[in-house]
C-alpha cells in the first residue's frame, strides 16, 4: 500500500462506512456508540459524503443519528488518488480499535496506581506519565523499574521525578529470581498495575501469577504477526503493507495473551527500521492509556 492507496480494516460482519475526515471516526462513535463501520482514509464516495451530511445536520439539531451500515464497495471507495491523504500515516490518520473516549478515562475504583518496566529510551513510559498528568487516565505511575543502569528511561523518570529502581538482569542467575525481586519492590509499593514498556526480558510464571490480569506490554506489531524482539525487522522483510502495534495482557508464551488495543499504520514504499518505527511509536503512546484502562475495566467485571 502506497501512500495515496487506502487504508481500509473491516470489522467481522463487514458492515462499512466511508471516512474522508479522521474526526469523523469520533463523531460517529458519539453520536451512535453501537455502530460499526469500516475505517476508510481515501478518496470519498458519493455514500460517505451522504453520511457526512446526516452526521454533520445531526450535531446541529442535537439528535442521535444512526449510522447506516454498507457492504464492502469495492469498486466505489478506496482505490483514487487524493491529495488529501498524501501521508495517511500522519498522527490521527490511522486505524486504532477500540477508539479513544471522547472524555477522560474514570477510575474503575478510585486512582490506580501503575508500576513500570523498560529497559531503553522510555518513550512509552514518558507517554504513560504525560498521560496521568493531564488527566487522560485517573492513574499516577508510582515506580520504575529498569535493567540497565542510565538507560532513557532511567533519566526520563529523574526528569518527571518518577520513583526509580535498577534491577540489573546480570546479578540474577536465572530469570526466576529477577522475577522475585520485581514482584517484591512492585508489591512494597502498592502497585495495582504493571506495564512493560519496551522491557526487553523475558518475563516468567513468578511476575505473571503475582499480577494476574495485571500485567500489561506493548509490542510494535499487529499481534499475532512478528512476535518477539525484531517486529518491525520482520514486517519489513515479510513485504507487508499494514503494520502497527498492540497492547496486550501478557500470558507465558512471548507476546501472547488477550489483546486490549490495536493500532495499524502503513507501511511505505520507502520505509526503512527507523521511519516505520517512528510512526508506529506515535500510535504507542496513544494506545497505552487506554489499554491500561481496559484492563482495570476488565479485572473489575470479574470481581
Known amino acids: 500500500m502506497g501512500a495515496a492507496e487506502a487504508l481500509q480494516v473491516a470489522n467481522e460482519g463487514q458492515a462499512a462506512v466511508g471516512l474522508t475526515n479522521p474526526a469523523e471516526l469520533q463523531t460517529i462513535r458519539q453520536l451512535h456508540p453501537q455502530a460499526h463501520g469500516l475505517l476508510l482514509a481515501g478518496e470519498a464516495s458519493e455514500e460517505s459524503c451522504r453520511l457526512r451530511m446526516q452526521l454533520e445536520i445531526g450535531q446541529r439539531l442535537g439528535q442521535n443519528c444512526l449510522v447506516p451500515q454498507h457492504r ?55 507517554a504513560l506519565v504525560t498521560a496521568c498528568h493531564r488527566g487522560e487516565l485517573a492513574a499516577e505511575v508510582v515506580l520504575l523499574v529498569v535493567n540497565n543502569n542510565d538507560c532513557g528511561a532511567q533519566q526520563r523518570a529523574e526528569r518527571l521525578g518518577i520513583p526509580c529502581q535498577l534491577h540489573d ?29 519496551g522491557w526487553m526480558r523475558i518475563v516468567t510464571r513468578e511476575l505473571i ?25 520482520q514486517a519489513l522483510a515479510a513485504g507487508v503493507r499494514l503494520s502497527g502495534c498492540t497492547a496486550h495482557l501478557v500470558s507465558l508464551e512471548v507476546d501472547t495473551g488477550p489483546i486490549l488495543v490495536q493500532a495499524a499504520v502503513p507501511v511505505l514504499a520507502d520505509d526503512d527500521v527507523s521511519s516505520l518505527a517512528a510512526r508506529i511509536h506515535q500510535h504507542e ?15 473489575a467485571r470479574q470481581g
Open 169 to 197: 538482569h546480570r546479578l540474577h542467575d536465572s530469570r526466576e529470581s529477577l522475577d522475585q525481586a520485581l514482584v517484591a519492590s512492585f508489591r512494597a509499593t502498592g502497585v495495582d498495575l504493571l506495564v512493560m514498556a
Open 72 to 126: 464492502w464497495q469495492d469498486g466505489e471507495m478506496g482505490h483514487g488518488q487524493s491529495s488529501a491523504f498524501a501521508d495517511p500515516s500522519e498522527l490521527g490518520r490511522a486505524v486504532q480499535w477500540p477508539l479513544s473516549p471522547a472524555e477522560p478515562l474514570a477510575p474503575v475504583a478510585g486512582r490506580l496506581r501503575l508500576g513500570v518496566m523498560a529497559s531503553g529510551n522510555g518513550s512509552n513510559f514518558e
Open 209 to 233: 501469577d503475582a499480577f494476574p490480569q495485571r500485567l500489561i506490554n506493548i509490542h510494535p506489531s499487529l499481534l499475532p504477526s512478528f512476535r518477539g524482539a525484531r517486529a518491525i525487522e
Open 285 to 299: 503512546h496513544r494506545i497505552l492509556p487506554l489499554a491500561v484502562q481496559l484492563a482495570a475495566e476488565r479485572i
